[in-house]
């Protein structure tokens, strides 16, 4: 089975500041990860993915996560955030075979003040 | 350019009544899942369908039922609620890509009181 730990509930910091975002996860097997974005009120949005090759991945509005496999990690970077940047981001992580349920971390409020 | 719609937004219910949350995608996608999300919990994947008339049981099926009678909607029951039922319902939907969720409904808040 996998699990996923996200230690900070909440991260507060100051626009334009530098963010991470950790996330480790648990495995047996090898694994894809993921990040999902949860603006208030709204549901989920896939805000990047790890399946193979490069172990940086970026999304398109400046976040990057990298997949560290020997500390079995995928912390989320951002150098410089904004206020809308404020939400709830989700770490989660499935087995990289056939069809396999996705398993979530608990979340990591990330507030951004001016 | 609806996506993933999700009905009733909010709903309040009292204790052994009955419900059902409709999701409708309008994109083909085959896969469609239905979690809930609670305060400290992430999500939890409590029903989804590979496919028009199917469905599988998550992590928490107990005391949910689902049915995908047709491809684009994706409907959950509660059969006789109950307070630990009280949680915000996600319904999401993915082409066949092995399981993550790409597109998520806007969730509905239900309490049961």
């Known amino acids: 089975a996998q699990s996923v730990t996200q230690l900070d509930s909440q991260v507060p910091v100051f626009e334009e500041a530098p963010v991470e975002l950790r996330c480790n996860y648990s495995?047996?097997?090898?694994?894809?990860l993921f990040w999902y974005v949860q603006y208030p009120n709204q549901g989920l949005q896939l805000l990047l993915k790890?399946?193979?090759?490069?172990?940086l991945v970026e999304s398109i509005n400046g976040f990057e996560a990298e997949f560290n496999k020997s500390q079995t990690s995928f912390h989320l970077r951002k150098p410089s955030v904004h206020i809308s940047d404020t939400a709830e981001y989700f770490c989660a992580v499935r087995p990289n075979t056939g069809f396999q349920k996705l398993v979530f971390g608990t979340g990591t409020r990330l507030l951004v003040s001016p | 350019n609806a996506g993933v719609t999700q009905t009733p937004k909010f709903r309040v219910l009292k204790t052994g009544q009955s419900m059902t949350l409709l999701c409708a995608q309008d994109m083909n996608h085959e896969y469609m899942y239905w979690y809930r999300q609670d305060p400290g919990m992430g999500l939890r994947l409590i029903h989804y369908s590979v496919g028009e008339g199917t469905t599988a049981k998550g992590e928490v099926p107990d005391g949910y039922n689902v049915s995908r009678l047709k491809k684009q909607n994706f409907l959950l029951g509660l059969e006789s609620a109950a307070p630990s039922q009280t949680s915000v319902y996600f319904c999401?939907?993915?082409?066949?890509?092995?399981?993550?969720?790409?597109?998520f409904g806007d969730g509905t808040r239900l309490s049961i009181l």
């Open positions: 999401a939907s993915s082409f066949r890509q092995g399981g993550q969720p790409q597109h």
């Open positions: 495995s047996s097997v090898s694994v894809y």
């Open positions: 790890y399946l193979s090759g490069s172990t």
